[in-house]
């Protein structure tokens, strides 16, 4: 069984400043892990995702995340947060590697202030 | 292109009643999933279908729930009798290939009063 923990349902940024969302996941073999973002009155969106080889996955609007083995994470940074980042994010595990049977985390809604 | 589509966006019943949300996916695309996200919790898989087939029900709560994916286009999921606790959101996704990435809808919000 798999399970995804996220830190902080809500985080607060000034615009400029880094984006930290914490995932931590628990998976009883080789985890595949996405990061999806719902921006207001839209669907969720793919983000980026972790399959295997590089642990340093780069995604979309300058998002890029961490597959940590060892400490079991899988966390989400933007080297300077933009207000038209302002969204809920969700981190998801899944065993397949692929869309079906996902599970997700409780999601992080992150503000971000002038 | 149309991304996916679902209707309708926002439902209010009385417990007791039926609901059915209908998700229009991606033209082409054979799998497809539905998720729901009850308030401030996880969002969670409910089923899959390739085409008109159940791949994966695995995640519907009770049989209070029945999805269908009639000649493999659209798809409905009803919930009859509807309880309080079935409030939430509902998602669908489709993609061209099992293995292949996922596009949701924008959900629909669905309260029982």
């Known amino acids: 069984a798999q399970s995804v923990t996220q830190l902080g349902s809500h985080v607060s940024v000034s615009e400029g400043a880094l984006v930290l969302l914490r995932c931590n996941y628990s998976?009883?073999?080789?985890?595949?892990l996405f990061w999806y973002v719902q921006y207001p009155n839209q669907g969720l969106q793919l983000l980026l995702k972790?399959?295997?080889?590089?642990?340093l996955v780069k995604g979309i609007n300058g998002f890029e995340a961490e597959f940590k083995k060892s400490e079991t994470s899988f966390h989400l940074t933007k080297p300077s947060a933009h207000m038209s980042d302002a969204a809920e994010y969700f981190c998801a595990v899944s065993v397949t590697g692929t869309a079906s049977k996902l599970t997700f985390g409780t999601g992080t809604r992150l503000q971000v202030t002038l | 292109e149309a991304g996916v589509t679902q209707f309708p966006s926002h439902s209010v019943i009385e417990k007791g009643q039926t609901v059915t949300l209908r998700c229009d996916p991606i033209s082409g695309h054979d799998n497809l999933y539905w998720y729901r996200r009850v308030m401030g919790k996880e969002i969670k898989f409910l089923l899959h279908f390739v085409k008109e087939s159940k791949q994966d029900e695995s995640g519907m709560p009770n049989n209070r729930f029945l999805a269908e994916r009639t000649g493999g286009t659209y798809s409905t999921l009803k919930v009859q009798p509807a309880e309080l606790e079935d409030s939430g959101v509902y998602f669908c996704?489709?993609?061209?290939?099992?293995?292949?990435?996922?596009?949701f809808g924008q959900g629909t919000r669905l309260t029982v009063v």
């Open positions: 996704a489709s993609s061209l290939f099992e293995d292949t990435e996922a596009f």
């Open positions: 998976s009883s073999v080789p985890p595949y």
């Open positions: 972790y399959t295997t080889g590089a642990t």
